[in-house]
């Protein structure tokens, strides 16, 4: 039997828990038997059940016999919930079918099934998988949050003009698709200029969109409470990350991070961001903090927004501001993954080439 349907089906189950799941995987699962499909279910938050219980939940029969198809190898350890293969072998189901194996060294579920004698079929969909749940496999191979850079820029390069206006530089439909990334990563990251230049709010204004975590940062914590992100009542929390010993009265959690070369050393912050279960950052600029995380070699992912004008302007801002190579082969180096035109703008979404897989 080909599976491509049905997995494909799990794909979408498990997307509805995006921006929601945290450090945890992406799962959908789907139980057949005679044919129907019998069941489905997915994982809906980091402490919510596994993609399978939620599946066997929302039974109204026996799964006995039953082919059980999930894009991630259920899991064989005890974490938040007990291990998901002893509920689908306790289920007496017949067979799995499973898109990728978990890279969590944790997990050996699959021995574990065929040892109570229940078929495995694995690597369906695999490459489509592996997309799915990219920051999930990064952050297991890296142990750290997975970070993606997003800027808009114009044809000569620029993300804003020497007096720092950069509204708008790219059109409705480039900005409708950065509010669905937003949805999609647990935390947006800007330094502590662009929020007093602009002043933004990193919400997800889209239909159904998720708020992710806010983090500003800030070396001297010069701050004041009335910046949107400290204002509103958001389901979310802000974190402001700093190396200042200051004490502000703010609607945000303040994270005392380690200093480098007297600036917040992002190393050190992105560990205490993964200590609270932040598995990816979207980094909305400005060119200062692009170009720290550039220099550190911490940039995994960008998103590059291109609209059709020219700023010019020996003051305009580029979107890295730093020393610099000396040398085109000292060049940090990327690959495209994906090009998508939106109307008259472009975007690039390009991979560090040495750390994506
Ligand atoms: N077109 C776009 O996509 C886009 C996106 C974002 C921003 N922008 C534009 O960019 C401009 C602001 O950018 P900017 O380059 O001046 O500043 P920035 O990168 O937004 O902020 C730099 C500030 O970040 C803080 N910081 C803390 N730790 C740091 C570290 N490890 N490395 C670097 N910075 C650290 C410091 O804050 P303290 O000063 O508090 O110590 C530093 O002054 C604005 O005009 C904005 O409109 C454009």
Same mark, same amino acid.
């Given at each position: 039997?080909?599976?491509?349907?049905?997995?494909?089906?799990?794909?979408?189950?498990?997307?509805?828990?995006?921006?929601?799941?945290?450090?945890?995987?992406?799962?959908?699962?789907?139980?057949?038997?005679?044919?129907?499909?019998?069941?489905?279910?997915?994982?809906?938050?980091?402490?919510?059940?596994?993609?399978?219980?939620?599946?066997?939940?929302?039974?109204?029969?026996?799964?006995?016999?039953?082919?059980?198809?999930?894009?991630?190898?259920?899991?064989?350890?005890?974490?938040?919930?007990?291990?998901?293969?002893?509920?689908?072998?306790?289920?007496?189901?017949?067979?799995?079918?499973?898109?990728?194996?978990?890279?969590?060294?944790?997990?050996?579920?699959?021995?574990?099934?065929?040892?109570?004698?229940?078929?495995?079929?694995?690597?369906?969909?695999?490459?489509?998988?592996?997309?799915?749940?990219?920051?999930?496999?990064?952050?297991?191979?890296?142990?750290?949050?997975?970070?993606?850079?997003?800027?808009?820029?114009?044809?000569?390069?620029? !993300? /804003? &003009?020497? *007096?720092?206006?950069?509204?708008? #530089?790219?059109? +409705?439909?480039? =900005?409708?698709?950065?509010?669905?990334? @937003?949805?999609?990563?647990?935390?947006?990251?800007?330094?502590?200029?662009?929020?007093?230049?602009?002043?933004?709010?990193?919400?997800?204004?889209?239909?159904?969109?998720?708020?992710?975590?806010?983090?500003?940062?800030?070396?001297?914590?010069?701050?004041?409470?009335?910046?949107?992100?400290?204002?509103?009542?958001?389901?979310?929390?802000?974190? !402001? /990350? &700093?190396? *200042?010993?200051?004490?502000?009265? #703010?609607?945000? +959690?303040?994270? =005392?991070?380690?200093?480098?070369?007297? @600036?917040?050393?992002?190393?050190?912050?992105?560990?205490?961001?993964?200590?609270?279960?932040?598995?990816?950052?979207?980094?909305?600029?400005?060119?200062?903090?692009?170009?720290?995380?550039?220099?550190?070699?911490?940039?995994?992912?960008?998103?590059?927004?291109?609209?059709?004008?020219?700023?010019?302007?020996?003051?305009?801002?580029?979107?890295? !501001?730093?020393?610099?190579?000396?040398?085109?082969?000292?060049?940090?180096?990327?690959?495209?993954?994906?090009?998508?035109?939106?109307?008259?703008?472009?975007?690039?979404?390009?991979?560090?080439?040495?750390?994506?897989?």
């Amino acid at each position: 039997m080909n599976y491509d349907n049905l997995m494909r089906e799990c794909f979408d189950l498990a997307r509805k828990g995006s921006g929601k799941v945290l450090t945890n995987p992406m799962v959908g699962a789907i139980l057949i038997k005679n044919g129907q499909i019998i069941s489905k279910g997915y994982h809906k938050s980091f402490i919510e059940d596994h993609a399978e219980i939620d599946c066997f939940n929302n039974l109204k029969e026996s799964a006995e016999g039953a082919t059980l198809i999930v894009n991630l190898e259920p899991c064989s350890h005890f974490g938040k919930h007990p291990p998901c293969v002893d509920e689908v072998i306790r289920r007496k189901i017949k067979r799995v079918v499973i898109a990728n194996l978990d890279t969590n060294p944790k997990v050996d579920g699959i021995k574990k099934l065929r040892e109570a004698g229940i078929e495995v079929i694995t690597g369906v969909l695999e490459e489509e998988g592996r997309k799915l749940n990219e920051k999930f496999f990064f952050n297991m191979k890296n142990n750290r949050p997975l970070v993606a850079l997003k800027y808009a820029q114009s044809l000569d390069g620029k !993300i /804003a &003009t020497g *007096s720092f206006d950069s509204k708008w #530089i790219t059109n +409705e439909e480039s =900005r409708a698709y950065v509010h669905k990334l @937003r949805s999609e990563y647990d935390a947006i990251l800007v330094g502590a200029n662009t929020l007093r230049q602009d002043n933004p709010r990193l919400t997800s204004r889209i239909e159904g969109g998720v708020n992710p975590f806010r983090i500003i940062l800030s070396d001297k914590l010069d701050l004041y409470r009335n910046y949107e992100v400290f204002k509103e009542n958001f389901d979310e929390k802000t974190y !402001i /990350a &700093t190396i *200042s010993k200051k004490d502000i009265d #703010i609607n945000a +959690e303040i994270l =005392r991070c380690r200093q480098k070369d007297g @600036r917040v050393d992002l190393k050190d912050m992105l560990k205490k961001l993964y200590e609270r279960n932040i598995g990816s950052v979207l980094v909305e600029g400005g060119s200062i903090i692009n170009n720290s995380f550039l220099e550190e070699d911490l940039v995994d992912k960008i998103y590059q927004f291109i609209a059709p004008i020219i700023v010019s302007g020996v003051d305009s801002r580029s979107a890295f !501001i730093g020393e610099g190579a000396k040398l085109i082969k000292n060049s940090k180096r990327f690959s495209i993954e994906n090009i998508i035109r939106f109307g008259s703008d472009v975007m690039f979404e390009v991979n560090n080439v040495y750390r994506n897989r």
